[in-house]
């Protein structure tokens, strides 16, 4: 697996308090990763430590292999801070310009980005617009513009979809799928997390300055607790066969609730289908990102 981020017993401290301990982190080429945690969890540290804007107490780093303070690096690496202070006196294709140079690009390699840049994030037509006449989401949306006006290979995206409207947020997400499909990778902070249940392959739930789970998302959510299920008739037969998959309460109208056992959502399908009855629906319920991040945070923030 070639990592596009490493990082062992990674520490900062601040006056003597460390804000980020002993973090040890990977992140593959090309996965779209979440870093998740509360406020003042250490988030933002990390991510300026990765950056090469603030120097490690202690611990080692990589980033696409290299060092962080190597410009060669650098030059393949994105960044949309959270807070981004906008050249607001600049039209869209100038600021989009000045960031493009910034980041190493030619004039020749500018004037075929911009367009491209503005085009990916729904702003083209807009480029001649000064930025204080975007409204919060499109100067969002020309700040992730900006973060990935110099095809880099790794982006790091500060609450990218705060300030959007649902159909900004399904915009954005569609740009990360795309960023993921040509091989960039991405590394999300969020508090959304719904978004980053949608969006991401991994995750890692930070607090205090350390790590306290990172995994797959159906890994560390595991599988179903119970399903919502219709048929047209829950006949004698069938209620037999359930109740060798778990636990049935039936509510009426072929309507029920299947506390899971061993069996899985296909398992459960097919028994039904098998039985004759018509199956309408079939929700499975497991708890989602939000019922894990306030666990872990009420169970291991103060450790
Ligand atoms: N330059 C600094 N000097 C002193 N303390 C700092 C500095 N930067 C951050 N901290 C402290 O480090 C801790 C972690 O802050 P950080 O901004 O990394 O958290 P975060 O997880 O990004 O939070 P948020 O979600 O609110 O942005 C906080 O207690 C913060 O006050």
Redesign the pocket.
């Known amino acids: 697996m070639t990592l596009a981020i490493e990082t062992q017993a990674l520490r900062k401290e601040?006056?003597g308090r460390a804000?980020v301990q002993s973090l040890d982190l990977e992140v593959a080429q090309g996965e779209v990763f979440g870093f998740l945690?509360p406020?003042?969890?250490?988030?933002?540290?990390?991510v300026k430590m990765l950056l090469g804007l603030v120097k490690p107490t202690s611990g080692n780093l990589k980033v696409l292999g290299g060092s962080v303070e190597d410009a060669r690096v650098r030059r393949f690496v994105g960044f949309l801070p959270e807070q981004f202070r906008f050249h607001t006196w600049m039209k869209g294709s100038e600021f989009l310009t000045f960031h493009g140079r910034l980041a190493g690009l030619d004039a020749r390699e500018v004037a075929e980005r911009v367009p491209a840049a503005l085009d990916l994030v729904g702003l083209s037509g807009r480029g001649n617009d000064e930025l204080k006449g975007y409204s919060k989401g499109m100067l969002q949306r020309v700040g992730l513009a900006q973060a990935i006006i110099h095809n880099p290979k790794l982006v790091f995206l500060d609450e990218p979809t705060s300030a959007l409207d649902p159909i900004g947020r399904v915009e954005v997400r569609n740009i990360i799928h795309s960023l993921k499909d040509s091989g960039v990778t991405v590394f999300l902070n969020s508090h959304l997390l719904s978004e980053v249940e949608q969006t991401c392959d991994r995750v890692a739930f930070v607090n205090g300055g350390k790590i306290l789970q990172a995994g797959k998302i159906d890994d560390l959510l595991g599988p179903p607790k119970f399903l919502d299920v219709r048929v047209d008739k829950l006949s004698p037969e069938l209620l037999m066969k359930l109740r060798k998959l778990g636990t049935v309460n039936a509510s009426g109208g072929g309507r029920f609730r299947l506390q899971l056992g061993a069996a899985d959502v296909p398992d459960v399908a097919s028994t039904i289908v098998a039985s004759g009855a018509r199956l309408f629906e079939l929700t499975p319920h497991r708890p989602d990102l939000e019922d894990l991040f306030v666990r872990l945070v009420q169970q291991g923030g103060d450790k």
């Open positions: 601040y006056r804000v945690g406020n003042g969890a250490g988030k933002s540290t990390t």
